[in-house]
Nanobody, 119 residues
Framework: QVQVVESGGGLVQPGGSLRLSCAASGSIFSIYNMGWYRQAPGKQRALVAGITSGSSTNYVDSVKGRFTISRDNAKNTVYLQMNSLKPEDTAVYYC?????????????WGQGTQVTVSS
């Protein structure tokens, strides 16, 4: 069984920084694309940043230059470094991973971690 667990959310003032982590565990053969999504109240879940198995990255325009996604393949972990945070970054952040295990390839979501940017 595969699990994906996020950590690192919290309350931060505008202009501050947070680092989110997401670790995949269980019976894992390979991890392909990984990504961070966010969902603000009343809005749909949307991609924030993605990273391929080869560490190619992509970002939504609103976070370019402020957020950095990275991964540690040895630890089956993806990170999101968030700098210069703004109130509009407030949302529940979800990790997503495309994983191959003994039963085949599937897409997994974490439970979400709250990020609140407020003074």
């Amino acid at each position: 069984q595969v699990q994906v667990v996020e950590s690192g959310g919290g309350l931060v003032q505008p202009g501050g920084s947070l680092r989110l982590s997401c670790a995949a565990s269980g019976s894992i053969f390979s991890i392909y694309n990984m990504g961070w999504y966010r969902q603000a109240p009343g809005k749909q879940r949307a991609l924030v940043a993605g990273i391929t198995s080869g560490s190619s990255t992509n970002y939504v325009d609103s976070v370019k230059g402020r957020f950095t996604i990275s991964r540690d393949n040895a630890k089956n972990t993806v990170y999101l470094q968030m700098n210069s945070l703004k109130p509009e970054d407030t949302a529940v952040y979800y990790c997503n991973a495309d994983i191959r295990g003994p039963l085949g390839r599937a897409n997994y979501w974490g439970q979400g971690t709250q990020v609140t940017v407020s003074s």
